[in-house]
């Protein structure tokens, strides 16, 4: 009988090695490979450079996404993932147990290791997914701006802004908190969205959050620039006094 194999996505954050768990840690260092995915096998990621701060390097291999495709369900994509699945076919193959996927921020958010595991299902039968929950980048934003996410009766709205800023539009018109991911393409009219709905003068915004060269500060003064597409926007919820959501 045929042990079972287990692939682990493994949420490593926002990109401050402070800011993976022990869990996370533990799970990797178990783990007979991590992967960590790349735009090129010649180039590091972000998630590599945060792996290889707490795992021996000799365990972290690189596979190619199409972490910059902005094309939906392309081509491109549909070969990476199945490209990525049949390397992690043959670590099992091969006599491996568990692998690792380490993917920026939780791997049920937003994550490419969704694509990943429904990939690796077809080719594996008896493989078992499990996941590790990461730090998301709103949580790291709210806490390296001092902005309160949520409050009260307060929902919280989180929406990716990579086919333009409709969905935000109508989300800002609401009472929530909103959240955008990827909007750094989009960043003027995101801005004109936010001061439309009366939402700009307390959104903020951040970028490459725990590495050196991170960007965090109020959105309104950036119109006209050049954000990356990795940008995260908070706008909070309109509050009324300590206690007035309760």
Do not use: C
């Not at 090695?17 to 783990?31: G, N, S, Y």
């Not at 495709?69 to 199945?82: C, I, K, N, P, V």
């Not at 939402?199 to 620039?225: C, F, K, N, Q, T």
């Amino acid at each position: 009988m045929v042990a079972s194999r287990r692939l682990i996505g493994v949420g490593v954050g926002p990109g401050d090695p402070e800011l993976v768990t022990v869990k996370a840690v533990r799970r990797m260092r178990e783990a007979d490979v991590v992967l960590v995915p790349v735009m090129a096998l010649d180039e590091p990621g972000r998630a590599e450079a945060t792996v290889r701060a707490h795992v021996e390097a000799e365990t972290v291999e690189r596979v190619v996404f199409a972490l910059n495709d902005r094309g939906g369900r392309s081509q491109r994509r549909l070969r990476a993932w199945e490209e990525a699945a049949r390397t992690v076919a043959a670590h099992f193959e091969r006599g491996a147990a568990t692998v690792a996927f380490a993917t920026i921020g939780d791997p049920n958010v937003y994550s490419t290791f969704t694509y990943l595991a429904d990939t690796v299902r077809e080719l594996v039968s008896d493989v078992e997914i499990e996941t590790v929950a990461g730090i998301t980048a709103m949580q790291d934003l709210a806490a390296r701006s001092g902005t309160v996410l949520v409050e009260g009766r307060e929902p919280v709205t989180l929406l990716p802004v990579t086919h333009g800023v409709e969905q935000l539009r109508s989300a800002l018109a609401g009472d929530s908190t909103v959240v955008a991911y990827k909007f750094g393409r989009f960043a003027d009219e995101v801005i004109q969205a936010l001061a439309d709905t009366d939402r700009l003068a307390d959104a903020v915004y951040g970028s490459r959050l725990g590495l050196a060269d991170e960007d965090i500060g109020p959105l309104e003064h950036r119109s006209g620039e050049e954000l990356p597409y990795l940008s995260t926007l908070i706008a909070p919820a309109k509050r009324n006094g300590r206690g007035g959501k309760l």
